[in-house]
């Protein structure tokens, strides 16, 4: 029997095998894909690449890694990234105990054992005292359910699931459905080489340019020798980030003063307009009201036809509601002649056909589709999984009407299960936060060997105070009223209940330290 089985070898199932190997247990890692890398495995869309920067997404627990990795850019696109992360597995010897192509399909507690029964979809089963999952919140990929599709006889890709080989784009009339953040960075560079582009919007963003830039030698012996101090930085911000808010209001200032400073930061790199602005854009409508008026304008400046900007100004929802996306000159796209903007809201498709597309107004002949759609975040790629806890309870089951967890690291009724990148627990600048939670598994398991403790399970109650405390993190903020994938707005007949944590890192690393300092309260051992 094995100690230890972790499912996905992203960013954060990587130090989980890390760490459990640096502990001397026996673990094995399940990888449904064909290489390491998670995300960066799957989404090598063109123009994929990081919103946070390069250098505050990787690892921090090695000072040799730190040492002999060179980024190239601020913000690394996703062949950068996979070289990395294939790198990290390398560099510590991480890949012996990672079976690629093994997509989990259930997992079945014994109590009597305290063991998990881990089955992969090839039938291979594996046994081990704890399960954590590191699938990762944006994971699992949402396909609409669009008629006809089947019958579509052009070539059609996911975004999260484009192919290894080159999709032949240059010549052929391509379709984009979706404008999110790989809508919005994959379509300039489909618009480079298709004959004819449509866009099918199904809902617009508060788009901001990510102005990425080389990272110069100089630069990068910076970036080392402050290596600890921006790892310092990234803990004490709310969303993980190199990037602090100003300590002021936007209300305490003048108005011109105040479009000064957001142009500073629309001018700057990276996400620095919602994570470095003043610092109530998202929990005063006033302040919030003011910088969505200034990316407002900043969409009507840059996009020429006023009739196609005002199809790109968001209506639904306020700068910050959503996490922004990074944009390259996608504004610029649409001043390009075979480039068309279709609104769903006012011509939705009604269905593919073996040509093409059919809207509610008339026909696009299409060659090559590219569904930029989401996903069915963080819950989706878990209960995917068949996973079944005491008494043969079924964690969908458990989850019907949203998660409920405890710190986002455990349910109740599913001993010796861990989640990692999980529900409730995870937001912003994704590796800093899961850091935290890998970091507290290892304790937890620590303190259970030097007690003689086989099981570890939360309790019901520690679930319910857990999910009014993630309920309170975004109320009376402008999160509170969102549609978007954070909530699960995104997939049809998903509970509308908030997913991530809005309680900032900081808040998030205080409660889990608690819970160590307190002994573990609120969970049972045995």
């Not at 404008?179 to 788009?207: D, K, Y």
């Not at 994570?275 to 005063?284: G, K, T, V």
């Amino acid at each position: 029997m094995l100690d230890a089985v972790v499912v996905g070898a992203g960013i954060s199932g990587i130090y989980q095998l890390y760490r459990l190997r640096q502990a001397g247990l026996s673990v094995q890692l399940c990888e449904a894909g064909a290489g390491v890398g998670g995300t960066w495995f799957w989404n090598r869309y063109p123009g994929a690449r990081f919103d946070s920067e390069s250098y505050s997404y990787g690892y921090f627990f090695s000072p040799e890694l730190l040492e002999e990795w060179t980024w190239s850019e601020e913000f690394a696109g996703q062949p950068e990234t996979e070289r990395y992360l294939n790198h990290v597995v390398d560099r510590f010897d991480l890949r012996r105990d990672i079976r690629l192509g093994a997509r989990v399909g259930s997992a079945v507690y014994d109590d009597a054992a305290a063991a998990w029964t881990v089955t992969v979809e090839n039938g291979e089963r594996l046994r081990a005292r704890f399960l954590v999952t590191a699938v990762g919140p944006l994971s699992e990929p949402y396909v609409p359910a669009i008629p006809g599709l089947a019958d579509f006889a052009g070539v059609w890709h996911h975004t999260a699931r484009w192919p290894h080989e080159p999709v032949e784009l240059r010549g052929k009339r391509v379709a984009v459905i979706g404008t999110g953040s790989s809508g919005v960075q994959v379509i300039p560079h489909v618009a480079a080489e298709a004959a004819e582009l449509v866009v099918f919007q199904r809902t617009a963003n508060w788009c901001t340019p990510i102005n990425n830039r080389p990272i110069t030698p100089e630069r990068m012996r910076e970036i080392r020798r402050t290596a600890r101090s921006i790892h310092r930085t990234c803990r004490e911000t709310p969303g993980g980030f190199v990037h602090r808010p100003l300590p002021v209001s936007a209300l305490e200032v003048g108005e011109e003063e105040r479009r000064e400073q957001f142009q500073r930061l629309y001018d700057a790199p990276g996400l620095t307009m919602v994570l470095a602005n003043y610092r109530d854009i998202s929990s005063d409508r006033a302040a919030n009201a003011a910088v969505t008026d200034f990316l407002r304008d900043k969409i009507r400046e840059r996009v020429k036809d006023p009739e196609v900007a005002e199809r790109l100004i968001p209506t639904d929802h306020t700068f910050g509601m959503k996490r922004p996306p990074l944009e390259d000159g996608f504004y610029e796209v649409f001043a390009q002649e075979h480039v068309s903007l279709v609104p769903l809201a006012q011509e939705p498709i009604l269905r593919f056909t073996p040509g093409g597309i059919q809207t509610a107004a008339r026909h696009y002949d299409i060659d090559v589709a590219i569904l930029a759609t989401g996903f069915d975040a963080v819950t989706g790629a878990i209960r995917r999984i068949d996973v079944r806890g005491r008494d043969g309870v079924r964690l969908d089951r458990h989850w019907e009407a949203g998660p409920r967890t405890h710190l986002g690291l455990q349910s109740a009724g599913f001993p010796n299960l861990f989640f990692v990148g999980g529900p409730q627990s995870t937001t912003g600048n994704i590796p800093r936060a899961t850091e935290i939670q890998v970091d507290w598994v290892m304790d937890c398991l620590g303190h259970m060997a030097d007690r003689g403790y086989r099981r570890v399970e939360t309790t019901p109650a520690a679930e319910e105070a857990w999910l009014a405390h993630v309920e309170s993190t975004v109320r009376g903020t402008v999160l509170e009223d969102a549609t978007s994938w954070a909530f699960g707005s995104n997939v049809p007949g998903k509970p509308r209940v908030y997913q991530l944590y809005a309680g900032g890192i900081p808040q998030y690393r205080a409660r889990c330290e608690e819970e160590a300092e307190a002994g573990y309260a609120s969970f049972v051992f045995g």
